[in-house]
């Protein structure tokens, strides 16, 4: 299947000038800003602080040109999340989420009564250009809507709409920040400092910056649509749209309070950053829940916008605040998924100008190994969630019902673990030119065509032939756009769209088909002492024969992971299968388990009874078939008669 990764851009930093030989202005300027724009002016959002003799850092900024003997720490003021002037604030259904930082711990983040946030006084910044050019899984279209084109998981993404995005709102009257590390030091400190020392405070400098304005997000979340929302909303839709954003803002919100304490105590040049970003690395997982719930969650809003009248109202108005910068909710619930990718590349970024013999080094290296770590869960777990509901969409579209055996397709697959989707498209029968449209999964094919009675049953399609499993076939290519498909005894030649679509067709079912293949190989080779056939002869069901004619029974078989069914037979209570069915045998001192169910149509099916047997006396056999060995039903309810299951053994040792 396609990886639908989040994709990582490179920082911007530019090193182009690293072999320039000037040290002038531009060594410094380069520093990665891309993330947060930069404004001179004082964000209003926040109180000036006093820096030595009433400077305001306004002051500062202006005289980074001037000589300056020393720059005294930065006082760190306190600004609520819910702000007081929010006309939202009295509405709330329930007490705004309040954290204290002092009371914070790593690893172990708890809501409090009250919220004050520890933050420095740093301009409101645009982030620039979304750091997340395209996330394939968060698109909304619908793959169905044009059948003649062949889909690799969900529709092609719209680059336009994210790139475009900045990350985060600047405020009216604020232009452009040149704030920088380098702009806020004394220059006559920065010439005693080497290029490669400046460049590492350039990079730490720019970790503490964004993460300041990514928490301006996260904040400005809760305060304009997070809180008033809970008027509109009820507890479990607020859950689907935000999801755990608030265990995202107490971790974050630990982490810049350690920055910028650790900033304020080196007086803005930082020794050592890797132990605070290591320190909080574990608490990083809550973003594995956020991102995995984000394409039900964008799903949700946009379904939710169209039916509910006042939502989108509210949507629209919110918008407009000033502190959205006109970009909707949409934009911002995407804030944590672009955060977590800037980690992995931030930290690399001041590793790139740390010494190896530097006392961070060490903690840096690990801090990275985490991230990056948390970044591929996170990406896992956003994949399983796409795969899940493209599953879940199929089942809705495809008419599973007549099949002789029940096929879920959420279900584990046989032999290659989870079922993941992997190509859908339309076909076409090569001679006859009938209309198919495929299904690939990474176990098994579906073919299907419209038909009037699986519409009328609200299906889109029907079955064409039964489900395909790839360890069973053969691809073979024809000319032009057709190919054919081999499966024991059947051949089945198709047209695909387009010659590159034949090509995508084929290349895939040759990958899933040697996939599954050489799993089945390492199985047998893993641990595998022979084969088991198991005959399931025939049974007594333990049901009234007043009931007969509503009896519909199958046996299902289980040998440690492996699990099997017979066909299903109808209106008998001695029903008589006489069906086999094969397992691989890793140790005779497993057990054979046998149960036997009612199968229902419409509801989960009715357990009757179960049987078990040991394997080990079957080493005794030399590889022949036992007698008919007839077992008696366990765990028969109450009040029903007597039942019982025969079958034959035939142990084959490697």
């Known amino acids: 299947m396609t990886a639908y990764n989040i994709v990582l851009n490179k920082t911007s930093t530019d090193e182009s000038n690293e072999s320039d030989g000037s040290e002038d202005k531009t060594d410094e300027d380069n520093s990665s800003q891309d993330e947060s724009s930069k404004d001179g002016s004082i964000s209003k959002y926040h109180n000036i602080t006093e820096i030595d003799n009433n400077t305001t850092q306004e002051n500062l900024i202006e005289s980074s040109s001037k000589k300056i003997t020393k720059i005294l720490p930065i006082d760190i003021p306190k600004v609520n999340i819910q702000g007081v002037n929010s006309p939202t604030t009295s509405s709330f259904k329930r007490p705004t989420l309040k954290v204290n930082i002092n009371t914070l711990t790593p690893g172990k983040l708890t809501r409090k009564p009250s919220l004050e946030v520890a933050r420095s006084p740093s301009p409101t910044r645009l982030f620039g250009a979304s750091p997340i050019m395209s996330i394939p899984w968060m698109q909304l279209g619908d793959p169905h809507k044009d059948h003649d084109n062949t889909h690799l998981g969900v529709s092609p993404p719209n680059h336009s709409q994210i790139a475009s995005r900045p990350e985060s709102p600047v405020s009216p009257g604020q232009g452009p920040s040149v704030v920088s590390w380098t702009s806020i030091m004394d220059p006559e400190t920065i010439k005693g400092i080497t290029k490669e020392d400046r460049k590492r405070q350039e990079a730490i400098f720019e ?26 909303l009820i507890e479990d839709e607020l859950k689907i749209i935000f999801s755990n954003i608030e265990d995202i803002l107490l971790c974050n919100t630990a982490i810049l309070s350690d920055l910028e304490q650790r900033q304020k105590d080196d007086k803005l040049f930082v020794k050592n950053v890797g132990d605070i970003l290591l320190k909080h690395s574990d608490d990083l997982v809550c973003y594995e829940i956020y991102c995995g719930k984000q394409l039900n ?3 949700f809003l946009q379904n939710k916008r169209n039916v509910n009248k006042t939502f989108s109202e509210f949507l629209k108005k919110a918008q407009q605040d000033p502190q959205c910068g006109s970009l909707d909710l949409s934009s911002f619930l995407l804030k944590p998924m672009q955060r977590i990718t800037r980690y992995p590349l931030l930290i690399r970024q001041i590793l790139h100008y740390t010494n190896k013999n530097d ?48 096929l879920d397709l959420t279900s584990t697959t046989r032999s290659v673990g989870k079922r993941q989707f992997i190509l859908e498209g339309a076909l076409k029968k090569a001679k006859s030119g009938r209309n198919l449209y495929g299904y690939l999964f990474n176990d098994l094919l579906l073919l299907t065509q419209h038909n009037k009675k699986s519409v009328a049953k609200g299906y889109q399609y029907a079955l064409y032939k039964p489900p395909i499993l790839l360890n069973e076939i053969v691809v073979k290519r024809g000319q ?25 067709w084929v290349n895939q079912l040759e990958t899933a088909n040697g996939y599954c293949l050489e799993v089945e190989n390492q199985k047998r080779k893993k641990g595998t002492i022979g084969t088991l056939k198991v005959t399931v ?26 699990i099997f069914k017979t066909k299903n037979v109808k209106a008998d209570i001695f029903p008589h299968w006489n069906q086999y069915l094969m397992f691989s045998v890793t140790t005779l001192e497993d057990t054979l388990k046998l149960s036997v169910y009612q199968y229902d149509k419409y509801s989960e099916d009715e357990y009757l009874g179960k049987a078990e047997i040991k394997l080990h006396f079957l080493e005794h056999y030399a590889g022949n078939e036992t007698d008919k060995i007839k077992l008696q039903l366990q765990e028969v309810e109450p009040g029903r008669p007597f039942g019982s299951i025969s079958v034959y053994l035939n142990y084959k040792p490697f």
Request: glycine fraction near 2%; hydrophobic fraction near 35%.
């Open 207 to 232: 970790l503490i910056s964004t993460e300041q304005s990514y928490l301006r997000d996260l904040q400005m979340i809760i305060e304009v649509f997070y809180g008033p929302l809970q008027n509109i």
């Open 359 to 406: 006392s961070d080094q060490e903690d840096l290296m690990k801090a990275l190994h985490k991230a990056e770590t948390i970044l591929e869960s996170t990406n896992e777990a956003a994949r399983e969630q796409e795969n899940k509901l493209k599953l879940t969409e199929i089942s809705k579209l495809v008419d599973l019902e007549d099949l002789e055996e029940k």
């Open 537 to 562: 002869y025939e049974a007594v069901i333990p049901i009234d024969a007043n009931e007969k004619n509503s009896v519909n029974t199958y046996c299902q078989v289980q040998l440690n992971r492996q």
């Open 480 to 504: 032009d756009e057709t190919f054919q498909i081999l499966h024991i005894g059947d051949v089945i030649n198709l047209k695909a769209i387009s010659i590159s679509a034949k090509q995508q």
């Open 297 to 299: 969650a964008s799903k």
